[in-house]
């Protein structure tokens, strides 16, 4: 199985444009999963997302956050506008149908607002 | 919601030693517990995971043990080698597969 595929790996941008953030699941799984990842905060799930629907997002920071899964197969974290505050590393993760499934991440996005 | 502490922040120890990370929940029906282990740069990869009808589980140099009483669960590594340093990570989830994730040691192992 090809696992989690994010792009892309590096983003650099300056501080209030559009940043989008994207993330194929492995095929079959049910669940995906956005998190941060800082020093500071450690790693922290944004949102995640059962057959295409968000059901927690309580994890997101503010309204500059959203997240979409309009297929089974893709996902994308949007940040507009971005901040400097905003700089992470940031995965997902996808797990399969069932309770107490474990997660699989991705090789994440490195995100630097400048 | 579910809390989980991890400790210690860091550990350092001799090759070949053993190495023990504990972690605690707050949330009595939580009763998945994977532990990820992440290298530096790299994405988390789990190493092990215990159920809550099982105390204690092995994979090689690596076991989980978990007191669901005490709430609280631990990572021991025996024969610790070089490759095995990284930041290992605990987590806590009950039947909604939202992981509650601890805030990660850092396990250093010296040649």
């Known amino acids: 199985d090809a696992g989690v595929i994010q792009s892309p790996r590096h983003e650099v941008t300056e501080m209030g444009q559009e940043v989008t953030l994207r993330c194929k699941p492995i095929s079959g799984h049910d669940y995906l999963f956005w998190y941060r990842q800082t020093m500071m905060r450690g790693l922290e799930l944004l949102i995640y997302?059962?057959?295409?629907?968000?059901?927690?997002d309580s994890g997101m920071p503010e309204d500059r956050f959203s997240a979409k899964m309009p297929n089974a197969s893709f996902s994308t974290l949007k940040i507009q506008p971005s901040e400097p505050r905003d700089s992470a590393v940031y995965f997902c993760?996808?797990?399969?149908?069932?309770?107490?499934?474990?997660?699989?991440f991705g090789d994440g996005t490195r995100l630097s607002i400048l | 919601g579910e809390n989980v502490e991890q400790h210690p922040s860091t550990l350092s120890v001799q090759e070949g030693d053993s190495a023990v990370i504990k972690c605690t929940y707050s949330?009595?029906?939580?009763?998945?517990f994977p532990w990820y282990k992440q290298e530096l740069g790299k994405r988390p990869q789990l190493i092990i995971d215990i159920r809550s009808n099982v105390g204690e589980k092995k994979d090689q140099r690596i076991a989980v043990t978990l007191n669901k009483t005490a709430k609280h669960f631990s990572l021991h590594i025996t024969e610790t080698q070089p490759e095995d340093s990284a930041v290992y990570f605990c987590?806590?989830?009950?039947?909604?597969?939202?992981?509650?994730f601890g805030s990660g040691t850092k396990l250093n192992v010296k040649p």
């Open positions: 993760a996808s797990s399969p149908t069932g309770t107490n499934q474990p997660q699989h």
């Open positions: 949330d009595s029906a939580s009763n998945y």
């Open positions: 997302f059962n057959n295409n629907v968000p059901i927690d």
């Open positions: 987590a806590a989830s009950e039947n909604f597969n939202k992981f509650y």
